[in-house]
Nanobody, 128 residues
Framework: QVQLVQSGGGLVQAGGSLRLACSAP????????MAWFRQAPGKDREFVVR????????DYADSAKGRFTISRANDKNTVFLQMNSLKPEDTAVYYC?????????????????????WGQGTQVTVSS
């Protein structure tokens, strides 16, 4: 089991921005599609966004489109989630996840079981 290490998050007012980061060991990161999920209190963990191994393909949940941006810095073995125009309903624990894929796999992996490696989670709280 490979542990992904997350940073960022915190408390922000509605309309504000936050950036999350997730790092993985180089061998894992370079061969993986990366994703972010979130889990609000009392709810199931849900898909937010995915980026392909080569960074050329992304897939956003409707709730994230136009407000969130995923990117990856392969030289830093890190994936980022920039969240703008945050809403109270974005309040959740955010998790990054990794799935080993071939270089040109652009499948929209959205299920929890599609990912073998997970971060520890980071709290994002948006106040109204």
């Amino acid at each position: 089991q490979v542990q992904l290490v997350q940073s960022g998050g915190g408390l922000v007012q509605a309309g504000g921005s936050l950036r999350l980061a997730c790092s993985a060991p180089g061998r894992t990161f370079s061969r993986a599609a990366m994703a972010w999920f979130r889990q609000a209190p009392g709810k199931d963990r849900e898909f937010v966004v995915r980026i392909s191994r080569n960074g050329r393909s992304t897939d956003y949940a409707d709730s994230a489109k136009g407000r969130f941006t995923i990117s990856r810095a392969n030289d830093k073995n890190t994936v980022f989630l920039q969240m703008n125009s945050l809403k109270p309903e974005d309040t959740a624990v955010y998790y990054c996840a990794a799935r080993q894929t071939i270089l040109t796999d652009y499948t929209n992996y959205r299920s929890l079981t599609d990912y073998a490696h997970w971060g520890q989670g980071t709290q994002v709280t948006v106040s109204s």
